[in-house]
């Protein structure tokens, strides 16, 4: 087995409070517990929990690899249910897993580079949002409304979906632009479509009214605090993911959506 050190990141309410403590006498006896170092992080909660793992160790991504447990229903980051933890406890023990990586959205704003598993957008719900739109080098459009969204495939089923953008299969490499909320009508006119966009292009986003607008990526968000470009590549860096069963993706939209 290729791995040695592990840790353990839960939500904090009693449920994934308590399967942490089962997983963790379970899996001491094999294993070494390093929150600082591990080679494989177990997260337990929900998506949103592995979200914020995947976050924790973003500067390590290089040397970590993550699995999900789901302390509610099946989530798209998290392959085990709770009831199932024994048999995550040996599938680490026993098995040789699959390493799946998913992709990162790399933002660029002033000299800061930050990272997105689900999305990256702009928001601003008190004045109607400027945004001049470049897909590579060409203009496409200037936005009015409340925001832009652009996600990975694997984060089209976050956010993406509440404003009717496409899912997207997880694995494809792909960013989605998707609008919030977007003015249309004779003055102002935006796309009205969700665009999907393969690997060699990049948006860039210059915000031309940025008061009161923030730039949001996966859980953190900052305010704008000038006019400057936004820049978003789907990046080099990936984040790896345990895979020793295959969760299909049409299950897991059945189980979450239907
Ligand atoms: P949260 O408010 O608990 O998350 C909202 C919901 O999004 C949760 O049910 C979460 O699942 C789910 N989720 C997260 N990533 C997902 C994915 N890739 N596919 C499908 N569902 C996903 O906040 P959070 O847990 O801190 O997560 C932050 C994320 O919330 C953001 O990245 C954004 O995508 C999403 N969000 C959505 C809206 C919206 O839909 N209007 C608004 C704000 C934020 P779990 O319950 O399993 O954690
Ligand atoms: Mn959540």
């Not at 409070?17 to 177990?42: F, G, M, S, W």
């Not at 592995?50 to 789901?70: A, P, Q, T």
């Not at 989530?75 to 680490?92: A, N, R």
């Not at 009508?185 to 966009?197: K, M, P, V």
Request: glycine letters at 4%.
């Amino acid at each position: 087995m290729f791995m040695k050190k592990y840790a353990i990141i839960a939500k904090r309410d009693e449920k994934s409070e308590k399967l942490k403590t089962k997983l963790k006498d379970a899996l001491d006896r094999t294993l070494e517990y390093d929150e600082e170092e591990p080679d494989i992080v177990i997260s337990v909660g929900g998506d949103g929990t592995m979200l914020y793992s995947v976050h924790r160790y973003i500067d390590k991504l290089e040397s970590v690899s993550f699995v999900g447990i789901h302390t509610g229903t099946l989530g798209f980051y998290t392959d085990y249910l709770s009831d199932e933890w024994q048999q995550l406890v040996l599938d680490i023990q026993m098995k040789d897993p699959e390493i799946v990586e998913r992709d990162l959205l790399e933002v660029h704003y002033h000299e800061d580079v930050f990272y997105a598993l689900n999305e990256m957008r702009i928001e601003n719900n008190r004045r109607s949002q400027v945004i001049d739109v470049y897909i590579s080098d060409e203009y496409l459009e200037t936005f009015r409304g409340n925001g832009l969204l652009v996600c990975t495939s694997s984060g089209s089923t976050a956010y993406n979906k509440s404003i009717y953008g496409a899912l997207l299969s997880p694995h494809m490499r792909a960013m989605e632009l998707s609008e919030i909320a977007g003015i249309n009508h004779n003055a102002y006119r935006c796309l009205g479509s969700s665009l999907i966009l393969d690997e060699t292009k990049y948006i860039l986003l210059n915000t031309l009214n940025y008061r009161n607008s923030v730039l949001c990526v996966d859980l953190d968000s900052i305010e704008l605090t000038d006019n400057e470009l936004v820049e978003v590549y789907l990046s080099d860096r990936t984040v790896r993911f345990l895979d020793y069963r295959e969760v299909s993706f049409i299950e897991r939209l059945k189980r979450a959506f239907l």
